[in-house]
């Protein structure tokens, strides 16, 4: 009888190690659905960038991508508030541009008062026009669009750049 016992024995080890292996191969095709689905993400959050890229960002009826723009550009548009001479515009002490329409030479904060410390009203786009109401030493009362606010002086020229 012991050969009998011994063969219900192997027969159940060999049923245990296929139970495991049918485990071990659906847990390695989870994992690999799994990385499938990371990879797709990741494609398609490279084509949503470059499209961006390719066609400007702009989008006027994605309130999110305004606000992520802003989220963004306000790091860049903060610093461009003191930024060194190579990033200021060709603009002199005696031009005035009041009444005129000028374009920013880097993305910009719109602010509520002629400060660096007042509210960011909006970030304002590299080569995007705006109306001068008023001018001073350093800051523009500028209009864009139906805000008005404040922009320094420096960043801002007569002649459209891309």
Request: aromatic letters at 6%; proline letters at 0%.
């Amino acid at each position: 009888m012991s050969t009998y016992d011994d063969k219900i024995d192997e027969l159940l080890i060999t049923r245990k190690r296929h139970a495991e292996e049918r485990k071990a191969m659906r847990r390695r095709q989870c994992i690999m659905q799994v990385a499938y689905i990371c990879i797709a993400v990741c494609v398609v959050i490279i084509l949503i960038v470059g499209i961006k890229k390719i066609f400007g960002g702009k989008s006027d009826d994605n309130a999110a991508s305004e606000t992520s723009a802003i989220t963004t550009t306000t790091a860049t548009a903060d610093d461009a508030d003191a930024t060194d001479d190579e990033e200021s515009s060709e603009t002199t002490d005696s031009e005035d541009f009041t009444g005129m329409t000028v374009y920013c030479t880097t993305s910009v904060n719109l602010r509520a008062e002629s400060n660096t410390d007042s509210d960011i009203l909006t970030v304002i786009s590299a080569g995007e026009s705006v109306e001068v109401v008023e001018q001073g030493e350093e800051w523009c009362k500028v209009s864009y669009g139906d805000q008005e606010g404040y922009l320094k002086l420096e960043y801002l020229s007569d002649n459209y750049e891309e």
